[in-house]
C-alpha cells in the first residue's frame, strides 16, 4: 500500500485548503483512513478519520471546520479545512489500515503517507 499526500501550503488564517491522499495498493475499497498531524516537538495528533462503512470521526480540535472524505472508485481521501487558525500549521498525514477501533489513534493504522506541510500566518 502507497499513500501520497498532496495540498498542503501556506494560507492565512480564515482561509482554506484542501488536502488529497492518493492510495493505491488497496485489497478493497473500504479501508479506514484517517488524518493526522504532527507539529515539530510534539506527539502525532489524529483529527479525523473515516470508516469503509463511511462513518466518520473528529478532534475537538477540528470539529466543525474540517471535513474527511473518501472518493472509493479513485481511491483518494481528502480534508476539506475552513477557518483554518495558526494553531493548524503542522505536516499533515494520511493513514490506513484495514480496521480500526479508534480511528483517531495512530498506532491503529498500518500504512502511512510521507505528509504534506500546511502552514498558516
Known amino acids: 500500500v502507497q499513500l501520497v499526500e498532496s495540498g498542503g501550503g501556506s494560507v492565512q488564517a480564515g482561509g482554506s485548503l484542501r488536502l488529497s491522499c492518493a492510495g493505491s495498493?488497496?485489497?478493497?475499497?473500504?479501508?479506514?483512513m484517517g488524518w493526522f498531524r504532527q507539529a515539530p516537538g510534539k506527539e502525532r495528533e489524529g483529527i479525523a478519520g473515516i470508516r469503509g462503512d463511511g462513518s466518520t470521526s473528529y478532534a475537538d480540535s477540528v470539529q466543525g471546520r474540517f471535513t474527511i472524505s473518501k472518493d472509493k472508485d479513485k481511491n483518494i481521501l481528502y480534508l476539506h479545512m475552513n477557518n483554518l487558525k495558526v494553531e493548524d500549521t503542522s505536516m499533515y498525514y494520511c493513514?490506513?489500515?484495514?480496521?480500526?477501533?479508534?480511528?483517531?489513534?495512530?498506532?491503529?493504522?498500518?500504512?502511512w503517507g510521507q505528509g504534506t506541510q500546511v502552514t498558516v500566518s
Open positions: 493513514a490506513g489500515a484495514p480496521l480500526v477501533h479508534s480511528p483517531l489513534e495512530p498506532y491503529e493504522y498500518n500504512y
Open positions: 495498493g488497496f485489497t478493497d475499497n473500504n479501508y479506514c
